[in-house]
């Protein structure tokens, strides 16, 4: 048996919704978590109290801090003490990176993306891997704005392939710029909220931030500038090469891809699957892969993320054979 002393705030916080946060916990442990005016009382076998004790501090130190606690940040703490890993979330909390427009923190949420924003900021070149949900743009993103506002680089440049995800949409009409937007607005969504509205726009305004097709990029040298390529997974390594030797003085560049999820035609190779090969060992290149563990998403997502990963796994295994 425990005994916590927790605040009312940091308690409701630490419970989550309807108990929800503690339910998690508790079965996880196969402990029984009671509190008492103020008091928190956890039952159970000597081991998983110890663990489950471990738990409820770091989330209580993460609501200290002013955080609202997430059921996606107890399931990560749990999976933590339950793998017996020496860190935790306190480690990615500290590590902020900006406010948001509407003032909330942009941070890491696990150590998989805090190891990939400190590569971001020790590198020139950093390739973040992993399929959706991992906050690799997101994060990316936040680096590039906070990079542009303490005057580290000159303007922004964000870019993918215009390929569409299985679908076929036509000619759509318009002009230029109307035709290119459906496969840029993720960009546009991220910096809205980290930016805001106005900021972005008058940055875009006078050419300082620029969301634009990789073949944009073709013929340029991109000098003093934060680059990032989202979904390089759509990329052909005639493409891949065309954009990192577009790469000028006093640039970073990072680039996001979900190799699980390519829209390229059957039989084509990707540029991010060559690039990983022949820049392995290149110097000032670093490589992040996000993993399932890393989903910020909803917890479904990381669920459904894990179900295909066993399944491609086996599909594998079976045509190996």
Do not use: W
Request: net charge neutral.
């Amino acid at each position: 048996m425990a005994d916590i002393g927790i605040d009312e705030k940091d308690l409701r916080n630490i419970f989550g919704p309807f108990d929800s946060h503690i339910k998690i916990i508790e079965e996880a442990f196969g402990t029984t978590v009671i509190e008492r005016d103020g008091a928190v009382k956890i039952l159970g076998d000597a081991a998983e109290v110890a663990r489950c004790r471990a738990v409820m501090d770091e989330l209580y130190e993460i609501s200290q801090r002013g955080n609202d606690i997430t059921e996606q940040q107890v399931r990560y703490s749990v999976e933590m003490h339950m793998e017996n890993v020496n860190d935790s979330l306190i480690t990615a909390d500290e590590a902020l990176i900006c406010h948001t427009a509407a003032g909330k923190p942009v941070k890491p949420k696990t150590l998989g993306q805090k190891a990939y924003v400190d590569a971001i900021r020790n590198n020139m070149i950093v390739f973040g891997t992993g399929p959706a949900g991992r906050g690799k743009t997101y994060l990316a993103m936040a680096m590039a704005i906070t990079a542009f506002k303490k005057e580290e680089v000159s303007r922004i440049i964000l870019t993918r392939p215009a390929i569409e995800a299985g679908e076929k949409l036509g000619f759509l009409p318009g002009d230029l710029q109307s035709k290119v937007d459906p496969y840029l607005r993720p960009l546009y969504d991220a910096l809205y909220q980290i930016m805001g509205a106005e900021s972005f726009a008058r940055n875009m305004e006078k050419g300082l931030i620029e969301v634009a097709p990789l073949a944009y990029m073709r013929g340029r040298t991109l000098d003093n500038a934060y680059i990032i390529l989202d979904e390089a997974q759509n990329t052909t390594p005639a493409q891949m090469k065309m954009f990192l030797t577009r790469i000028g003085f006093g640039s970073k560049v990072v680039i996001t891809g979900d190799r699980t999820q390519k829209d390229l035609a059957v039989g084509s190779v990707s540029g991010l699957d060559v690039a990983l090969r022949v820049l392995s060992d290149v110097d000032d290149i670093a490589f992040c892969n996000l993993t399932s563990r890393d989903v910020v998403r909803h917890p479904l997502v990381q669920k459904i993320v894990k179900a295909y990963e066993v399944y491609e796994e086996k599909s594998r295994k079976k045509k190996s054979k």
